[in-house]
């Protein structure tokens, strides 16, 4: 097989990036190890910032987004028993944030794909990539049973964490930069009205809790928990006990109950790959760069670099140029760190310390404090949030 983009990876970058590619004429294959239920059903993110909107809308793939999402014009901060708005169109110049699950993202992606291409190859494992600094790389990968190649002009790696791509960086020139959490997110589904019009980030009695959403009938929430919890440990009254301890507020609120229909736990991690491009090979998205969720960046980094990627290919098709593909990993990386202080500081300011230092916490009720009590500290907060612009 030959093609000229070989993306590895059907998660939401490796999908994105094959729709804003086929739509300037460029060829590529997309190779996904799971299968199509599988990536369709993999719980994560929910936020979207507004240019990762844009992105959907402008390949096509928004008809669903713009019809069921839930558009939000800000956030909810609780601690000390109080609940704070945060205000992002008055704060930021009128913008705002969308609501609709990355499990629906990556299902309306695939069925574009599906129907009008290029090929998207379920349970296809890439094992290696060969020859990344040369003119024709090559990813060698597992398909019905048998070794194949597919050569390629380039090679993207969408791969999520741990990936075959970063691999193929020598030593000397691809550097991770990482930082552990010591905390883990229970994280669970409930057949249940969410108990809040915008989401809750609450630093609570015993630490962080979340309370997010996935349609006007289903709650999204999540729980601190220590590293190394197990989920059959947290039986459903537990985890409904510990939400309503961390979200309780002097005042009448109440967090309505419901089926929970799936528990998961999440480890927090940080993590920057530099740079993000070795010859003819890039990464995107997860591949590159892990973010703890506080912040909501994953999937709109993942975005905000394909995007980029796709322009440098769209211009390199048109004028024969690789400026801006030349420049892909200094472009990205400057708006990947950004997001990485982001998420690091609202993990920092949200979470108990394991070991309950109170000196910590008096600088997280500080921190939240000066948030609520300033605009310009509080329009900080919504800038990031909401998203930092694209360097583009
Ligand atoms: P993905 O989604 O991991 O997709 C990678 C795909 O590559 C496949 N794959 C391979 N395919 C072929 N050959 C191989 N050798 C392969 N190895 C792996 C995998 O099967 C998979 O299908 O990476 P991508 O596309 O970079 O997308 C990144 C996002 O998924 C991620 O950043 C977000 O989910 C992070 N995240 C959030 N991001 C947000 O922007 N807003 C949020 O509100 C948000 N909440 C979250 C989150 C992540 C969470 N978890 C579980 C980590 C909440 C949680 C709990
Ligand atoms: C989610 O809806 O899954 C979600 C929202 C905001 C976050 C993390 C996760 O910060």
Known sequence: MRTTVGIIGGGPAGLLLARLLHRTGIDCVVLES?????????????????GTVDALRECGAAGRLDAEGLI?????????????????????????VTIYAQTEI???????QLAEGPPLLF??????????????????????????TLSCDYVVGCEGSHGVAAEAFPAEVGRIYAHEYPYSWLGILADV????????????????ALHSMRSPSVSRLYLQVPNGSDVRDWPDERIWDALDARFAIDGDWRLA???ITSKSVTRMRSSVHEPMRYGRLFLAGDAAHIVPPTGAKGLNLAVSDVRVLARGFAELHRTGSTELLDRYSELCLARVWQATRFSYDMTRMLH????????????QLARLRRITASRPAAAELAANYTGLPLAL
């Open 34 to 50: 799971r299968t199509r239920s599988y990536v369709e059903q993999r719980q994560r993110a929910g936020m979207l910032e507004q």
């Open 72 to 96: 939000h014009q800000g956030i909810e901060l609780r601690f000390d028993r109080e609940r704070h708005h945060i205000d992002f169109p008055w704060l930021t110049g009128g913008r705002t």
């Open 106 to 112: 990556v299902k309306d992606l695939v069925a574009l």
């Open 123 to 148: 349970g296809a494992e890439a094992l290696a990539i060969e020859k990344p600094e040369s003119g024709s790389p090559v990813v060698r990968f597992l398909h019905e049973g048998r070794e194949q």
């Open 193 to 208: 009205p969410p108990s809040c019009e915008e989401l809750i980030y609450a630093r609570g009695p015993g630490g962080f």
């Open 257 to 259: 109950r419901g089926p």
């Open 352 to 363: 108990a310390q394991p070991d309950g230092d109170a000196f910590e916490h008096r600088m």
